[in-house]
């Protein structure tokens, strides 16, 4: 039995329970040391104030991130009535106050449907896009102006958890699944505004990203006592659809080599496996042959 290999030569997934106040580079820093490698990205940021599952990969499971970041994702929220911000969130100097009492849940359900299904969504100004090459954020934080083009997002679901009544403002809890790009703020921002009062993002935790929901996460604290990750095999079983080669077609892979007289059944990346079960590429079908967009042994 051969030993288990060391800390920085493991590939694969880290599901980690971001905590509040930390960036998600902040969490890839961290990543590294307890990793022993330098090789650690993540598949799409949270903000500081978000929790939840942030999904990092390290070593050779890096070249997978890119195809992980365009998975839907799952949010629990409260967004506050009553106040608006200049970052759409808990974290921004507030921009405006009105009263919010009058809200109850019949009118915050009324407008839900409006941010259910294909939509066109502005950005939160204060966001990562680049404007002009600099990013949205810095031009705000700088005094400047932006202006964000709407752009194309599908929420799933939208489902509203409870109303509750803080003051003159009232606090909305729900639960949206939504595509990748989706801002969080954006919606509270909007919904604050057809309801006539303003609104902002007070809390955001996200349970999910494509097949890894957050009973998979591990605090910081709990990857300090016990690094654990969810290896390649088992990141692409989640991941992708599947197609198990025969050994000479297997043998193909391996060298990159594109395949002729096989099916694989989607117009998207798929992930092939020798029939050991190990995970060796994925490949796209083009035509009547499967080329390769990535190899990974």
């Not at 990205?41 to 890096?62: E, F, K, Q, Y």
């Not at 506050?80 to 009263?99: H, I, P, W, Y």
């Not at 919010?100 to 409006?114: D, F, K, R, Y």
Request: glycine content about 10%; charged content about 25%; hydrophobic content about 40%.
């Amino acid at each position: 039995m051969s030993a288990p290999s060391p800390q920085g030569q493991q590939s694969g997934l880290v599901i980690v329970d971001k905590p509040a106040g930390w960036t998600s580079h902040d969490v890839v820093g961290r990543m590294r040391r307890l990793a022993e490698t330098k090789k650690v990205g993540h598949a799409g940021t949270l903000d500081p104030m978000a929790t939840g599952v942030l999904v990092l990969g390290i070593n050779r499971a890096t070249r997978l991130l890119g195809y992980l970041t365009h998975a839907d994702k799952e949010y629990l929220a409260t967004i506050r009535l009553g106040q608006s911000t200049v970052t759409d969130d808990a974290e921004g100097e507030v921009t405006s106050t009105a009263s919010a009492a009058h809200i109850g849940e019949a009118a915050v359900q009324a407008v839900l449907p409006a941010y259910t299904g294909d939509i066109q969504q502005v950005p939160s100004s204060v966001s990562a896009i680049k404007v002009d090459g600099v990013r949205s954020y810095a031009k705000v934080r700088a005094g400047g102006e932006v202006e964000l083009k709407a752009r194309p997002v599908t929420i799933s679901a939208f489902d509203l958890a409870s109303v509750r009544a803080e003051g003159d403002f009232v606090d909305v809890d729900v639960r949206v699944v939504c595509s990748s790009g989706t801002y969080i703020r954006a919606l509270a921002r909007d919904i604050g505004n057809d309801l006539g009062v303003g609104g902002h993002l007070t809390m955001l935790r996200r349970t999910r990203v494509g097949g890894f929901p957050l009973r998979l996460a591990r605090t910081l604290e709990e990857l300090e006592t016990e690094l654990h990750v969810i290896g390649l095999d088992d990141v692409a079983r989640a991941s992708f659809d599947s197609y198990d080669l025969q050994e000479r077609e297997a043998n193909d892979v391996r060298f990159g080599r594109a395949l002729t007289g096989i099916d694989l059944g989607a117009p998207r990346a798929v992930a092939l496996f020798d029939p050991s079960g190990e995970f060796l590429a994925l490949y796209e079908q083009r035509g009547g042959v499967a080329k390769p967009v990535a190899v990974f042994v």
